[in-house]
């Protein structure tokens, strides 16, 4: 076999034990050793150990000049390379910092107080219920960006309100599935940190890139929610007096201040500062964790066990992103070395796609690989294989990455392996039926696609921003 062919197989049998089950991180770095040993094995370098035997060395130089022997290849050096270069990347500080954040605003008791408060303030709106929900997942998603915890938490807080005003089962449970996949997308989302480090695109460009499009679809799913609630007001019954009464504007304002205002400037707060430039991501992401702390402590929330709870949450995810990084980079090393990376190319090039063609190709790729696996893992493994693509057909990473968040939103939301689905099904009521769900989250797909055809349409959702603040250019 050449050693092309060798790399397909290498990429072959990493997929199938994907499916198998096996755990991501661990596969890549023994795929990436085992198939590298192969890669820079060289025998010269390997017998200088040997060749120091002789006959009167004891058990142990013998042993040891064998063992000497059989490391002394390449790979051990990369691996450990890969991995200092992972742990010294400045961009992926910033992710146990905001971790840190969204885990203690979640056990803050923010939220619920939040939800409370918008349903009250949007009480006249058709679907209102359903419109404060929607806000508070994209609140509080901007501020966690973990997918399960926004789903869980508004399951567990909004789902039995909306159940009790007699909203429809499909329709109160897509919007909160629907609504906590929006972290993957409107900045600072921890997503946009993985891939700006796995593409080298400037995280502070690609949080302005990001901005309009989640705007965007946040509006279309208000217009979606709004709109069938008024075509449909069965589905969305506005509430009664008894349910929820007028509340004075000075009161409501008051509400607003000691409920959403906070949440919402500090969000702001360390966006605005990454955006104009008053300080790096890391550096707003410690503001970003200290204020969490303070808002926690002001709501009376902080105690020993959910302080505990954060920082075991924070150190869990970001080492298993940590050690995904050391295992892609390692398993990629290996794949291009061998060839594999020009075989891709070769076959791409030889469709003779257009750009609006090849990138239709890689969102449909993209889209399937999220049934079965986390955007972590799509983003660390697979979405550098298009990378060295983009330049052939002209396409700005920069669009390319927010085109892909805006993708794997339809991967948290589509069946048969909807994870937001799963995970509110896990916690909702016996008589809310998964089929119930999967049919409430599809129009939000819907969406999706339109926001994306928006994207192809008018490029300049994407890149106004970025070139406003910081001028042409990556």
């Known amino acids: 076999?050449?050693?092309?062919?060798?790399?397909?197989?290498?990429?072959?049998?990493?997929?199938?034990?994907?499916?198998?089950?096996?755990?991501?991180?661990?596969?890549?770095?023994?795929?990436?050793?085992?198939?590298?040993?192969?890669?820079?094995?060289?025998?010269?370098?390997?017998?200088?150990?040997?060749?120091?035997?002789?006959?009167?060395?004891?058990?142990?130089?013998?042993?040891?000049?064998?063992?000497?022997?059989?490391?002394?290849?390449?790979?051990?050096?990369?691996?450990?390379?890969q991995t200092y270069t992972v742990i010294s990347n400045e961009v992926l500080t910033?992710?146990?910092?905001?971790?840190?954040?969204?885990?203690?605003?979640?056990?803050?008791?923010?939220?619920?107080k939040?939800?409370?408060t918008l349903a009250i303030a949007t009480r006249n709106i058709p679907g209102s219920m359903g419109v404060a929900a929607l806000l508070t997942c994209a609140l509080f998603a901007t501020a966690t960006g973990i997918?399960?915890?926004?789903?869980?938490?508004?399951?567990?807080?909004?789902?039995?309100?909306?159940?009790?005003?007699?909203?429809?089962?499909?329709?109160?449970?897509?919007?909160?599935?629907?609504?906590?996949?929006?972290g993957i997308l409107i900045p600072p989302s921890i997503m946009l940190i993985v891939y700006a480090a796995s593409s080298g695109v400037s995280i502070v460009r690609l949080y302005a890139a990001a901005l309009l499009p989640g705007f965007t679809l946040v509006g279309l799913y208000l217009v979606y929610i709004i709109g069938r609630s008024?075509?449909?007001?069965?589905?969305?019954?506005?509430?009664?007096?008894?349910?929820?009464?007028?509340?004075?504007?000075?009161?409501?304002?008051?509400?607003?201040?000691?409920?959403?205002?906070?949440?919402?400037?500090?969000?702001?707060?360390?966006?605005?500062?990454?955006?104009?430039?008053?300080?790096?991501?890391?550096?707003?992401?410690s503001i970003g964790a200290l204020g969490g702390m303070v808002l926690a402590v002001a709501y009376r929330a902080m105690t020993f066990q959910r302080l505990r709870e954060s920082v075991y949450l924070t150190v869990r995810t970001t080492a298993m992103v940590c050690w995904l990084f050391v295992g892609s980079y390692t398993f990629s090393a290996v794949f291009s070395y061998l060839g594999g990376e020009h075989v891709i190319a070769d076959f791409v090039m030889g469709l003779d796609l257009t750009p609006i063609q090849f990138l239709i190709l890689a969102q449909v790729i993209i889209f399937l690989l999220g049934w079965p696996l986390e955007w972590?893992?799509?983003?660390?493994?697979?979405?550098?294989?298009?990378?060295?693509?983009?330049?052939?057909?002209?396409?700005?990473?920069?669009?390319?990455?927010?085109l892909v968040a805006l993708n794997l939103q339809t991967s948290f939301l589509t069946p048969p392996m909807a994870m937001s689905a799963y995970y509110l099904k896990g916690i909702a009521p016996p008589q809310i039926k998964l089929t119930e769900i999967f049919s409430g989250v599809l129009?939000?797909?819907?969406?999706?696609?339109?926001?994306?055809?928006?994207l192809y349409t008018f490029p300049a959702i994407v890149f106004s921003l970025p070139e406003a603040f910081y001028g042409p250019g990556r």
């Open 1 to 81: 076999m050449t050693d092309p062919q060798i790399a397909l197989m290498m990429l072959g049998i990493f997929i199938a034990f994907v499916f198998l089950g096996f755990p991501i991180a661990f596969t890549l770095m023994a795929l990436g050793i085992a198939f590298g040993y192969y890669a820079y094995f060289d025998p010269s370098r390997m017998w200088r150990g040997y060749n120091r035997l002789t006959e009167d060395a004891s058990w142990w130089d013998s042993t040891s000049l064998w063992i000497e022997g059989f490391y002394n290849n390449r790979i051990f050096d990369l691996f450990v390379n």
């Open 94 to 112: 910033a992710i146990p910092l905001f971790l840190f954040m969204g885990y203690i605003v979640e056990r803050a008791n923010i939220v619920d």
């Open 114 to 116: 939040l939800f409370g």
């Open 147 to 182: 997918v399960g915890a926004v789903v869980t938490l508004m399951g567990l807080l909004a789902l039995p309100q909306m159940l009790k005003a007699r909203y429809d089962h499909s329709f109160a449970t897509g919007i909160i599935c629907a609504g906590g996949t929006l």
């Open 230 to 285: 008024i075509l449909n007001p069965k589905l969305a019954p506005k509430p009664t007096r008894e349910e929820m009464p007028e509340v004075p504007i000075g009161k409501l304002m008051l509400m607003l201040a000691t409920s959403f205002f906070p949440l919402a400037f500090l969000i702001f707060a360390v966006l605005g500062s990454i955006l104009f430039g008053l300080a790096t991501p890391t550096e707003a992401a």
């Open 376 to 402: 972590s893992e799509i983003i660390i493994i697979f979405v550098p294989i298009f990378l060295p693509l983009l330049p052939l057909f002209g396409i700005d990473p920069l669009f390319f990455g927010v």
């Open 443 to 454: 129009p939000y797909c819907g969406m999706v696609v339109i926001c994306m055809v928006l």
